[in-house]
């Protein structure tokens, strides 16, 4: 007992060591700073999916009352007012990307519709704006048609559908992508800021030398990588709790479903796995330029496929298998289960015990390797 007592105070004055260092290097703490802050509020509301003002022009060759009502059929919000330019000048402002949208309309549109005749109107995309250009050309066709229907019956009456498909929306009903972009930014900043952290921490220590100085000290590899472990980790935690209650809560009013005691506990558990994941890759590092290369050739496959930016069963069937062994795949499915649909316990608890997993082999290897690097100090 006396012995377990002595590990843990060790384990207790090495986390506060770490801590304090942590608290004199600024450019972590603006790091951390900004990783909870701007980096989840801009990705909330920067890249929205939906339209928002999308820039447009029409050419109005036929100057009539059907060309004239489907000039008006474009409108804020999801477009700007459109802009009357001429047949000419439709090439020069795509080039320069003053529009992602340019409506031509021929002339003669009223007479042929009315004729019975099936004109043609053209709609130049700028596809380089992707969402936009998706989204905005599909909308802009059935606006179009939508325009030149009413017209043509002379009234804005719509036939009855043999069969009636009846739409709820479940977890989102706006369809807002500040509650996803914001909630699943913060699920990928914490993996991100764990693996950073911990490998900082310890490649701090081999550049100032003090890593000689544990060695001399009645201490060992497993106290000092547990102390790395829950002082990075309590960080994260803290940091957690603050950005979730004060951007995506607070400031973006994103509505939280589930138990956040619950989600707290998967975010302690991923994070076993992560800091592991964070020292395992400072003790193949020598510096941190190397560190830092290391961290975007393994963040970006962790994050990509990990199913927070695609459905993994959109993904191959090999690549599923390989990411069922990463543990941002589990705290993903775990995060969007507890915030987004309110799961309780008996739904998440499969990837409580996958982390838990995942955590222990990772903890076991980052150790190995750790003896092995302070071995090779010594």
Same mark, same amino acid.
């Given at each position: 007992?006396?012995r377990l007592l002595h590990h843990l105070t060790n384990i207790r004055l090495l986390g506060?060591?770490?801590?304090?260092?942590?608290?004199?290097?600024?450019?972590?703490?603006?790091?951390? +700073?900004?990783?909870?802050?701007?980096?989840?509020?801009?990705?909330?509301?920067?890249?929205?999916?939906?339209?928002?003002?999308?820039?447009?022009?029409?050419?109005?060759?036929?100057?009539?009352?059907?060309?004239?009502?489907?000039?008006?059929?474009?409108?804020?919000?999801?477009? =700007?007012?459109?802009?009357?330019?001429?047949?000419?000048?439709?090439?020069?402002?795509?080039?320069?990307?003053?529009?992602?949208?340019?409506?031509?309309?021929?002339?003669?549109?009223?007479?042929?519709?009315?004729?019975?005749?099936?004109?043609?109107?053209?709609?130049?995309?700028?596809?380089?704006?992707?969402?936009?250009?998706?989204?905005?050309?599909?909308?802009?066709?059935?606006?179009?048609?939508?325009?030149?229907?009413?017209?043509?019956?002379?009234?804005?009456?719509?036939?009855?559908?043999?069969?009636?498909?009846?739409?709820?929306?479940?977890? =989102?009903?706006?369809?807002?992508?500040?509650?996803?972009?914001?909630?699943?930014?913060?699920?990928?900043? +914490?993996?991100?800021?764990?693996? !950073?952290?911990?490998?900082?921490?310890?490649?701090?220590?081999?550049?100032?030398?003090?890593?000689?100085?544990?060695? $001399?000290?009645?201490?060992?590899?497993?106290?000092?990588?547990?102390?790395?472990?829950?002082?990075?980790?309590?960080?994260?935690?803290?940091?957690?709790?603050?950005?979730?209650?004060?951007? $995506?809560?607070?400031?973006?009013?994103?509505?939280?479903?589930?138990?956040?005691?619950?989600?707290?506990?998967?975010?302690?558990?991923?994070?076993?796995?992560?800091?592991?994941?964070g020292i395992f890759m400072a003790t193949l590092a020598r510096n941190m330029p190397q560190?830092?290369?290391?961290?975007? #050739?393994?963040?970006?496959?962790?994050?990509?496929?990990?199913?927070?930016?695609?459905?993994?069963?959109?993904?191959?069937?090999?690549?599923?298998?390989?990411?069922? #062994?990463?543990?941002?795949?589990?705290?993903?499915?775990?995060?969007?289960? !507890?915030?987004?649909?309110?799961?309780?316990?008996?739904?998440?608890?499969?990837?409580?015990?996958?982390?838990?997993?995942?955590?222990? $082999?990772?903890?076991?290897?980052?150790?190995?390797?750790?003896?092995?690097?302070?071995?090779?100090?010594?």
């Open positions: 007992m006396r506060v060591k770490e801590l304090w260092s942590l608290w004199r290097d600024p450019m972590m703490l603006i790091l951390i +700073v900004y990783t909870f802050t701007v980096a989840i509020y801009t990705a909330g509301t920067a890249m929205p999916e939906t339209l928002h003002h999308t820039p447009m022009a029409i050419v109005d060759e036929d100057d009539s009352a059907l060309s004239a009502r489907i000039f008006s059929a474009f409108y804020p919000p999801a477009f =700007n007012a459109p802009v009357r330019i001429t047949n000419a000048q439709v090439d020069p402002a795509l080039d320069a990307g003053h529009y992602t949208l340019v409506l031509v309309i021929p002339p003669n549109l009223q007479r042929d519709v009315l004729a019975g005749r099936s004109p043609t109107v053209q709609l130049n995309v700028d596809a380089t704006r992707m969402s936009q250009a998706f989204a905005g050309s599909g909308l802009a066709q059935q606006i179009v048609a939508g325009e030149v229907g009413e017209f043509v019956q002379r009234n804005r009456g719509t036939q009855a559908p043999p069969v009636e498909l009846v739409t709820r929306m479940r977890f =989102n009903p706006t369809l807002s992508n500040v509650w996803f972009g914001s909630l699943m930014e913060l699920v990928s900043q +914490v993996t991100m800021l764990s693996i !950073i952290l911990t490998g900082a921490a310890l490649i701090r220590e081999r550049e100032h030398g003090t890593v000689e100085h544990l060695l $001399v000290m009645p201490v060992t590899p497993t106290e000092i990588m547990l102390a790395k472990v829950w002082a990075m980790g309590l960080v994260v935690v803290v940091a957690t709790l603050l950005s979730l209650h004060g951007v $995506v809560l607070g400031l973006l009013r994103v509505p939280v479903e589930g138990s956040l005691w619950l989600f707290f506990v998967g975010v302690v558990l991923h994070l076993f796995a992560t800091t592991s994941l560190f830092g290369l290391l961290v975007m #050739l393994v963040m970006l496959p962790l994050q990509m496929l990990s199913g927070g930016m695609t459905p993994r069963e959109s993904m191959p069937e090999w690549v599923q298998a390989v990411m069922s #062994l990463a543990p941002t795949t589990h705290f993903t499915e775990l995060g969007q289960a !507890i915030l987004f649909r309110g799961a309780g316990l008996a739904v998440v608890w499969p990837s409580f015990v996958a982390l838990l997993l995942i955590g222990a $082999v990772m903890f076991a290897l980052s150790l190995r390797r750790f003896r092995q690097a302070i071995a090779q100090m010594g």
